[in-house]
């Protein structure tokens, strides 16, 4: 029976389509409240408690966790890991926020064009959602007539995808993911500060102000998740016989506190199960390229014009619309900006390294008075 480590050391798996596919039920999920305001009931969230689009993001961190994991591992460096990283994450919502500030803002703003471009709010957009700390998610006199104005609500997740990128790296560093009980270690720290904060949360009313922390938790979990797959892939079988009793443990826990953890470890054994179910199809599709990222980047600005452009517009005629639109543009960010940005993945470090080398010998010639 092959484990998930014999299934991972294989290049064909269906995780390309997942991800399109998570990134499709964020567009159809934003489309409720983008269409008819922030009191639309999404899909699945008045009867699961989880709307389609949050579990189109523990999708999407779990699956992260896992070959984000894999990615450090076989990364010579950390230099290498952040490199590969940065050049996944960057060029793509850099031109997306450029688009959004000095395309679609001129064209759609209620200002005039000097007052809009005098605006200092425009200039921390770009500053801000590019450090991706206090992100911005409007931009001056741009869809405040819309049902739910913003300009690109789901560039949130982006800050809580890179601080768990750089906590694999930090675990990467120490060897965690080789042999002995240190990543074991990890994992109990981390259960025992999940359960405490949670508790916490359910016993006092300041926590509730920490909502940087409460989002860490609840997304980190789905991640973490996928690292632990990654860690002991080699021990865990792939059959669907695994995620039954995770089912019937989740429907056990329904409407209760402990739901949501109970459904992510269900549903994170699921994706890896549908994953590494490999099919022709999927295999296909592979061939095409990662769209999931420009769709989810890009979704979200092209249905706030469909929402300013078509007055009253409702979700259905909203999905069908934006969802061939976004497609183009993730297909041109995918072939022009991002694969091409991940080709050089490899000389981008190597000059970085050489950079990180010059700078440490001339502040080592500095303090010896030679330079």
Known sequence: ?????????????????????????????????LAQGDTAVEPLSSWLGISLGELAVITFFCVSGFFISLSRDRAPSNLDFFSARFLRIYPGLTLVLLLSVFLIGPLFTTLGTLEYFRSGAIYSYLSNNLMLFSMKFQLPGLFADNPWPGINGSLWTLFYEVTLYILVGVLGAFAFYGRGPRFAVFLLIYAVAYVAFKALLANTTWLNELHRAQFFFTWSLPFVLGMSLYRYRQHIQHRFVWFLPLAA?????????????????AWTYLIFYLGFATHRVADRYNELGDYS??????????????AHQIKGIGPVSMMLVAFPIVLIAAMLSWHFVEKPAMSRRHTFAAHLTASFHSLKAYWAGTRKGTV
């Open 249 to 265: 443990l989740a429907g056990w826990a329904y409407q209760t506190a402990f739901f949501f953890e109970c459904f992510v470890f």
């Open 293 to 306: 990222y420009g769709v989810y980047i890009y979704a979200f600005p092209v249905q706030e014009i469909l």
């Open 1 to 33: 029976m092959n484990t998930l480590g014999d299934l991972a050391s294989r290049r064909n798996n269906n995780f390309n389509l997942i991800r399109m596919l998570a990134a499709t039920a964020v567009l159809i999920s934003h489309s409720y409240p």
